[in-house]
């Protein structure tokens, strides 16, 4: 008897223990099935998790989305409207382009680049609203590649874009772009900076956009005009360019620096230019030894300054009774420019580089060779016309 009370004992217990474990278990299921039910029975989005807040987000993830909802609004997309000629009998043929833009104040002023605008005859500004509005044009930089569009919309739709200072720019910080790569509105890519102090030609002959940076985040056609920004959500440089051999993004992406931008714009609303020293010297054969110029400005600060071009000597040549008369250009009399401010110049670029760190009424003192001795000129800068 004391055996069977002992075996019932255990296998009370023991009868216990699993029916324990069989509710803890049905308990589990059903918690899971409660997990996997259809999101909108617990009135939550779908796809959406159980757990509120950020947790289901990386750091890195959430300054995307920081950056995204801080600046979408500011990005516009810009379609234009041209004509060109096509075929034999020059038909005029409408044509299309697209590219992006960003809101700079709430008066209505639009970034982008010259080369999205470039020769349009209709310019139309779409804001994140889906809201589109004719743009005017205010002001347009060639040389920098730089335009500023104006559009009549209400205050409350336009949400202007945060400045930042590209001087303070790292090889490897993390940006972001915005933009309407083929078309598709207010796309951001990311990637990081890869190196600074890029050149790349200007629109305007023998003249190159300086301070360039380069980055690797996905430019493609469209994204021209759109910002690039930092994790702040600040605006460091206009997306401008890409290096690419078939014409979309190979990772070779180009922007304009936003100080550059920051000089030239308020000159653009003002005035609709941006005003540059003028030195008057209009072209330069580049030489092993220095610069020759080729010609100079009549009347401008550098023929004024008694700077010398080349000599045109006329000649009289007798065959005859026949007297004829010619002229021949003599190179060799031009002046040789070697430096500007004691600063070696081998190059337009450079010599274009040393006159824009000053501004009009500034003076800059030109080394050149003449008649085969180095001699000291200064020249006072005018503003250009």
Known sequence: MRRLAVLC??????????????????????????????????????????????????PEELVNIAVYEKCNRAVVNINTRSIRTDGFFLFEVPAEGAGSGVVLDR???????????EGTRE???????????????VGVDEVSD?????????????????LGDSSRLRVGQRVYAIGNPFGLERTMTTGIISSLDRKIP??????????????????NPGNSGGPLLDSRGRMIGLNTAIYSEIGESAGVGFAIPVNTIARIVPQLIATGHVVRPEIGIESVYQTERGLLISS??????????????????RRRRREGPFVYEYRTIDRAAADL????????VRTAD????????HQPGDQVVLTIIREGRQMKVPVTLEASQ
């Open 202 to 219: 200007s629109r305007r002959p023998h003249r190159t956009i300086k301070q360039v940076i380069q980055l690797d985040a996905a430019i």
């Open 107 to 117: 008066g209505g002023h639009v970034l982008t680049n010259f080369h999205v605008v």
């Open 350 to 357: 450079d010599l274009l580089t040393a006159i824009e760190a």
């Open 146 to 162: 730089v335009a500023v569009l104006r559009i009549d919309a209400p205050v409350g739709e336009l949400y202007p874009i945060s």
């Open 123 to 137: 310019v139309q500004v779409t804001l994140f609203n889906g809201k589109s509005y004719e743009a005017r044009f």
């Open 337 to 344: 420019i070697v430096a500007v401010d004691d600063q070696p």
């Open 9 to 58: 004992f255990v296998s009370a217990v023991a009868g216990g223990l699993c029916a324990a474990w069989l509710n803890g278990r049905l308990e589990t299921a059903r918690q899971g099935m409660a997990q996997d039910a259809p999101a909108w029975r617990e009135g939550r989005p779908a796809g959406a998790t159980a757990t509120s807040g950020t947790d289901e987000f990386t």
């Open 296 to 313: 100079l400005t009549p009347g401008g600060p550098a023929e004024r300054a008694g700077l010398r071009g080349p000599q045109v000597i």
